[in-house]
């Protein structure tokens, strides 16, 4: 099977003419490049991420869940921003054309895509060590995107949802019978196969929250990004982490702590806001059933030192590191 053969089989799958017109696309796969209509009065929001075998995720996972936590982390980056996701382009490295892979890497990434409307406008395939790069366009109405660098002294820090099952998984990965481990063990693994971005938190909050990222990387290390950027510090509370009961059961509570705060790949928001926006906050998330946490706040750096300061039960704690670093000599 050749390359267009690949793309025309298992890409395709939005490939109407109807489709491509309601989601503002002028030309789709098949030319140089793709032809998109941004909507009038909005700013566009764009990711591109990396996903290698056997480094961001196991090259024996399902093709399924593979597809589905590609996806789930570039559109966790626009959740990040709260924007609104409209398309993406997909680059796919494979060993070999493997046709049932295929089908089920094609099927998993288009259930999210449809989910969460966003269209695939082109891309390309090569023959290499599994690789998979995906680029994400959404849409924000003008100068209201969420960012790193507008938090302000004595904002609140929260996240969404619970912190460290994904983490915790790789405990169980990789695992050739999943459906045997028991419950509490699948439901940490669904954790890291199949992220959920949190594309409604983000948007919102959208004029309530001052800043804003995804949680990719570990809490701790990704709420630096907001420290230095605002050049504020952070004082958050470790009894506060949400954790789940299934991770606690696992691990005990200083462990479960111990992944919450540093493991990495929750794609959960972190986020600050003003303490006067609690009550307009709080009534919005309930509006629309979602779960968060106040975890600690921020304050005025001492000597121009940007850092984020950890209690547990009240007395100053340290973690040996704050979470993953691409480049570090441990990975």
């Given at each position: 099977m050749q390359e267009f053969d690949v793309i025309a089989r298992f890409f395709s799958h939005q490939?109407?003419?109807q489709n491509a017109s309601s989601a503002g696309v002028l030309l789709d796969k098949g030319d140089d490049?793709?032809?998109?209509?941004?909507s009038q009065g909005k700013q566009l929001a764009i990711s591109t991420d990396t996903l290698v075998a056997d480094v961001h995720f196991f090259a024996d996972m399902s093709?399924?869940?593979?597809?589905?936590?590609?996806l789930a982390s570039n559109l966790s980056d626009l959740a990040a921003m709260g924007a609104k996701p409209k398309w993406f382009s997909l680059a796919l490295t494979l060993?070999?054309?493997?046709?049932?892979?295929?089908?089920?890497?094609?099927?998993?990434?288009?259930?999210?895509?449809?989910?969460h409307g966003i269209y695939l406008t082109g891309g390309d395939t090569t023959k290499g060590p599994l690789a998979i790069s995906i680029t994400v366009i959404g849409e924000v109405n003008g100068n209201t995107a969420l960012k790193?660098?507008?938090a302000k002294p004595d904002d609140l820090i929260a996240v969404t949802n619970q912190l460290g099952d994904a983490a915790a998984a790789l405990q169980f990965l990789p695992a050739k019978n999943i459906s045997q481990l028991?419950?509490?063990q699948q439901n940490i693994i669904a954790a890291y196969q199949y992220p959920k971005p949190q594309l409604d938190a983000g948007q919102a909050l959208l004029g309530i929250a001052n800043s804003a990222l995804d949680i990719s990387d570990g809490l701790l290390a990704d709420l630096q990004?907001?420290?230095a950027a605002s050049q504020l510090s952070a004082q958050i509370s470790l009894d506060k982490l949400p954790l789940s009961d299934d991770l606690i059961a696992q691990f005990g509570q200083q462990q479960a702590i111990r992944y919450a705060a540093t493991g990495g790949d929750d794609y959960?928001?972190?986020?600050?806001?003003?303490?006067d926006k609690l009550c307009q906050l709080t009534e919005i998330m309930q509006q629309q059933g979602i779960h968060w946490t106040v975890i600690g706040s921020m304050k005025q750096s001492e000597q121009s030192r940007h850092q984020v300061k950890c209690t547990l039960d009240e007395q100053p704690f340290e973690f040996d590191r704050a979470g993953y670093q691409h480049f570090s000599e441990d990975h």
């Amino acid at each position: 099977m050749q390359e267009f053969d690949v793309i025309a089989r298992f890409f395709s799958h939005q490939n109407s003419q109807q489709n491509a017109s309601s989601a503002g696309v002028l030309l789709d796969k098949g030319d140089d490049c793709a032809l998109l209509q941004p909507s009038q009065g909005k700013q566009l929001a764009i990711s591109t991420d990396t996903l290698v075998a056997d480094v961001h995720f196991f090259a024996d996972m399902s093709a399924h869940s593979i597809a589905h936590r590609a996806l789930a982390s570039n559109l966790s980056d626009l959740a990040a921003m709260g924007a609104k996701p409209k398309w993406f382009s997909l680059a796919l490295t494979l060993p070999s054309v493997d046709e049932t892979w295929l089908a089920e890497f094609s099927r998993g990434l288009f259930e999210l895509a449809d989910l969460h409307g966003i269209y695939l406008t082109g891309g390309d395939t090569t023959k290499g060590p599994l690789a998979i790069s995906i680029t994400v366009i959404g849409e924000v109405n003008g100068n209201t995107a969420l960012k790193r660098n507008n938090a302000k002294p004595d904002d609140l820090i929260a996240v969404t949802n619970q912190l460290g099952d994904a983490a915790a998984a790789l405990q169980f990965l990789p695992a050739k019978n999943i459906s045997q481990l028991p419950l509490a063990q699948q439901n940490i693994i669904a954790a890291y196969q199949y992220p959920k971005p949190q594309l409604d938190a983000g948007q919102a909050l959208l004029g309530i929250a001052n800043s804003a990222l995804d949680i990719s990387d570990g809490l701790l290390a990704d709420l630096q990004h907001i420290c230095a950027a605002s050049q504020l510090s952070a004082q958050i509370s470790l009894d506060k982490l949400p954790l789940s009961d299934d991770l606690i059961a696992q691990f005990g509570q200083q462990q479960a702590i111990r992944y919450a705060a540093t493991g990495g790949d929750d794609y959960q928001l972190c986020f600050t806001f003003a303490k006067d926006k609690l009550c307009q906050l709080t009534e919005i998330m309930q509006q629309q059933g979602i779960h968060w946490t106040v975890i600690g706040s921020m304050k005025q750096s001492e000597q121009s030192r940007h850092q984020v300061k950890c209690t547990l039960d009240e007395q100053p704690f340290e973690f040996d590191r704050a979470g993953y670093q691409h480049f570090s000599e441990d990975h």
